[in-house]
């Protein structure tokens, strides 16, 4: 007769207390990181409810006793800013600069990634080349450029020159070298061109960087300064960072209304932010960065 070995009872293995220690650490440290991050909002907000008296004054509030709601009927009132103007024309040059870049880029990287040409290479390199030119070498003759070309305080002056950014076509070349080349051969055996391998199978598998890509890019297009600066010379061409800048002036601050703008110029990049960003940190880590 054969004996039948009793059966073990597996225990499972006891969580390390270093592991849930390391735990506790990391939500504690990600905490502290999530509350340094919100602090400049709730200055904002706090400021932009706020009197001047209260946001200069010694004795500190968490919170205005007083919510001064008006701050935000004065900051569209005020005849001497039309920012409701200028929030109108940072949207326009947001979109559309954020549209024609992805579509200039797009194309360049993907004609430098996939179609066969023999000084491809050395096109690339040349892209490369501009990323280590200093932007104040090519701020005066774009200037002179648009300038001549009668665009300045216009809407082509503020978002042509800045359509075509080598950093975005490197991105682009190096995601499409990752893209698989069977979906593309296929569509080349059924009779599509580049193009229309382009539009019909490279972009609608590729939306995630797409949508990375245009978070960052209407991000740098909101917040642009200089060039907003320099070729907005009429009011009716400001954006909302050059009419930010026109309440601090040598002779007063109006401390409320920086604050109140500030808040209201924020929003439309939380809200593109909280739409797309999924999408963000997934379409970067698909840029393949290889040669």
Request: charged share 10%.
């Amino acid at each position: 007769m054969t004996t039948i070995a009793p059966r073990t009872r597996r225990t499972r293995p006891a969580k390390r207390r270093g592991g849930v220690m390391s735990s506790a650490g990391l939500y504690f440290a990600a905490g502290v990181g999530a509350a340094l991050f919100l602090v400049p909002f709730y200055l904002i907000v706090r400021n932009a409810l706020s009197t001047d008296a209260e946001i200069t004054g010694e004795n500190w509030q968490w919170f205005p006793t007083d919510i001064q709601w008006g701050n935000l009927t004065e900051l569209f009132d005020d005849p001497t800013v039309p920012f409701a103007q200028s929030l109108w024309n940072s949207t326009v040059v947001g979109v559309l600069h954020t549209v024609g870049t992805l579509l200039v880029c797009s194309l360049a990287g993907y004609g430098l990634a996939r179609i066969p040409y023999r000084h491809a290479n050395k096109i690339f390199y040349v892209v490369l080349v501009t990323l280590m030119v200093p932007t104040a070498v090519t701020f005066v003759p774009s200037f002179v450029l648009v300038s001549s070309l009668g665009w300045v305080s216009s809407l082509q002056g503020l978002i042509v020159p800045g359509l075509f950014s080598g950093f975005t076509c490197f991105l682009f070349r190096q995601y499409f070298l990752g893209f698989p080349k069977e979906l593309e051969e296929a569509a080349r055996v059924d009779g599509l061109s580049y193009w229309g391998a382009y539009w019909r199978i490279v972009v609608p598998n590729s939306l995630n960087f797409f949508a990375a890509i245009a978070t960052i890019t209407f991000i740098s297009g909101w917040n642009a300064f200089l060039w907003p600066l320099v070729i907005g010379q009429d009011q009716e061409a400001w954006t909302v960072q050059v009419a930010l800048s026109s309440y601090m002036t040598n002779q007063t601050v109006n401390f409320h209304l920086i604050f109140m703008a500030t808040a209201i110029s924020i929003l439309p990049l939380v809200f593109v932010f909280l739409f797309l960003q999924r999408w963000l940190v997934q379409g970067i880590a698909q840029t393949g960065i290889k040669g």
